[in-house]
């Protein structure tokens, strides 16, 4: 009889904790369900219900030069600041991760600061030094297209130090020994073995870096140039005129760049090792 209780119980918890996760995965998905609804609704103003449904929105997605320069912009400064971020943190996570050395927790925690800091706070900041920058050093620093991919690789490089980081936690350093005592290189070591167990990390963070880059808008708002535009930027000023589903268009390809992006990089490195 006890042993019947414990196996209902045990059945009950199941199916209480699939009711929750279930929950919560639908309240996160709603959001993107109504949005992708929106889209295809052929009334200029929304409403419910809708009158039909049309794809003209996405054709007006086209015929809008802001938001295509600013698609091209987001997609320029986004794979330069990922390329960056990943010559540059992908080095600093191979010497956190395998020496000992005096600041070793500071440097650390100074390349992980990004991830903390809110993105106003480090937009202001990264603005008033670019101020003073072009002020001492008579150069174009303020407004330039360097200036914006300079403030991105900021934002990437923490992701690649945590996700490259986290692969080479799990990876056997007795295997880089082992082939540096059969003759081999410390370079043909890295590229031959090294670069081979932290690859899920390296492509994982190229991901995350290049989605947190194309979507930023709060530093961007402050390093952007006059004249110029990204693609977050574009969708905040046409809702400052506009209200149609234009913008619901707009996000359901950002959704469907994104969602294929990660679904191709599954496809060779499962995400699921390193996130």
Not at 189 to 201: D, N, Q, V, W, Y
Request: charged share 10%.
């Amino acid at each position: 009889m006890s042993a019947l209780i414990s196996l209902d119980r045990q059945v009950l918890g199941r199916w209480a904790f699939t009711a929750a996760a279930g929950t919560v995965l639908g309240f996160i998905l709603l959001p993107l369900i109504f949005v992708t609804w929106l889209a295809f609704f052929r009334q200029e103003i929304p409403s419910f219900p809708p009158d039909g449904y049309s794809f003209r929105w996405f054709a007006a997605i086209a015929r809008n030069q802001k938001f295509v320069d600013g698609f091209l912009l987001s997609l320029q400064v986004a794979v330069t600041a990922m390329l960056i971020g990943l010559a540059v943190g992908v080095p600093a996570a191979l010497c956190l991760a395998r020496y000992r050395f005096w600041g070793r927790e500071w440097l650390s925690n100074l390349l992980l600061l990004p991830l903390v800091v809110p993105g106003i706070v480090a937009g202001t900041s990264i603005y008033v030094f670019q101020v003073e920058a072009t002020i001492v050093t008579e150069l174009p620093i303020l407004g330039s297209i360097a200036g914006l991919v300079a403030g991105h690789i900021l934002l990437v490089i923490p992701w690649c130090v945590r996700l490259v980081t986290a692969s080479l936690a799990g990876a056997d350093a007795s295997i880089e020994e082992a082939a540096q005592n059969l003759g081999a290189t410390p370079m043909t070591t890295f590229f031959r073995i090294t670069l081979a167990t932290i690859r899920p990390g390296i492509v994982a963070a190229a991901l995350f870096g290049f989605v947190v880059s194309f979507g930023n808008l709060e530093m961007t708002l402050f390093l952007v140039g006059a004249g110029r535009t990204t693609l977050p930027i574009a969708i905040l000023q046409y809702l400052e005129w506009k209200i149609d589903p234009t913008i619901a268009a707009v996000s359901v390809l950002q959704i469907l760049l994104i969602g294929t992006s990660m679904i191709v990089t599954d496809r060779f490195v499962k995400l699921s090792r390193v996130v």
